[in-house]
């Protein structure tokens, strides 16, 4: 089966940019997500890239993957404290299945 | 377009009762999704729902789960004889059909509803 994996934790200073990991195993996905979690509140859909795509961005946000080596990040440029939040990497597998795959999630802590 | 919404938002209940939750979708999106998200995890797929058919079910959907979406709009996830480990947060989510408003595999999520199980 697939597995999704996070570091827990990262914290960065206001202004920094923030740059989240993600590896996963399964390399027939399709389509990786990234979303973010508030305290209390639903998961909201950042961004999303193709496997057949190495990066996207889309202003703050960089979105870089590595296929050979199964690795997914996503930078935030000039982090701000409203970006303070966790961070899910998600994906889709291919074969037409509708079931999207998390990570555990990264914590993202950014001081003032 | 008022996004996903889910009721109740608290369902506090007693082991071995019965519960049900309501989910809406966004009125244009023909597919939808459940998961469960305990602490400190990801969600984990449970089931999905193309209009009313359900075409997809996680293994993690035990034959006390079972879930509906009768006229293709609204969907419901009923547990019964609840345990203490389904406590956690049942999330839906909805999407787009496929070709339609850019590549429909999108899911936009409600806001959950988190289950006690005491």
């Known amino acids: 089966g697939e597995d999704v994996e996070q570091s827990l934790f990262l914290s960065v200073r206001e202004g920094d940019s923030s740059v989240i990991n993600c590896t996963y195993t399964?390399?027939?996905?399709?389509?990786l997500y990234w979303y973010k979690q508030e305290p209390g509140a639903g998961l909201q859909l950042l961004t999303y890239?193709?496997?057949?795509?190495d990066m996207k961005q889309d202003q703050r946000l960089t979105v870089l993957l590595n296929k050979k080596d199964k690795h997914l990040s996503l930078r935030i440029a000039d982090t701000q404290t409203g970006d303070s939040a966790i961070y899910f990497c998600?994906?889709?597998?291919?074969?037409?299945?509708?079931?999207?795959?998390f990570g555990t999630g990264t914590k993202l802590q950014v001081i003032p | 377009d008022t996004g996903v919404s889910q009721n109740p938002r608290h369902k506090i209940t007693k082991r071995g009762q019965n519960v049900t939750f309501r989910c809406d979708p966004i009125?244009?999106?023909?597919?939808l999704y459940w998961y469960r998200q305990t602490l400190g995890q990801g969600p984990e797929f449970l089931t999905y729902f193309q209009n009313e058919a359900q075409l997809e079910k996680s293994r993690l959907l035990s034959d006390r789960f079972s879930a509906e979406r009768p006229k293709g709009s609204f969907s419901t996830l009923e547990i019964q004889r609840t345990e203490q480990g389904d406590s956690a947060m049942y999330l839906c989510?909805?999407?787009?059909?496929?070709?339609?408003?850019?590549?429909?595999?999108?899911?936009?999520f409600g806001p959950g509803t988190r289950l006690t199980v005491t």
């Open positions: 890239i193709f496997s057949n795509m």
């Open positions: 009125s244009e999106h023909n597919r």
């Open positions: 989510a909805s999407s787009y059909p496929e070709g339609t408003k850019g590549s429909g595999y999108e899911q936009y």
């Open positions: 399964d390399s027939s996905s399709t389509y």
């Open positions: 998600a994906l889709r597998l291919s074969g037409g299945y509708q079931k999207v795959t």
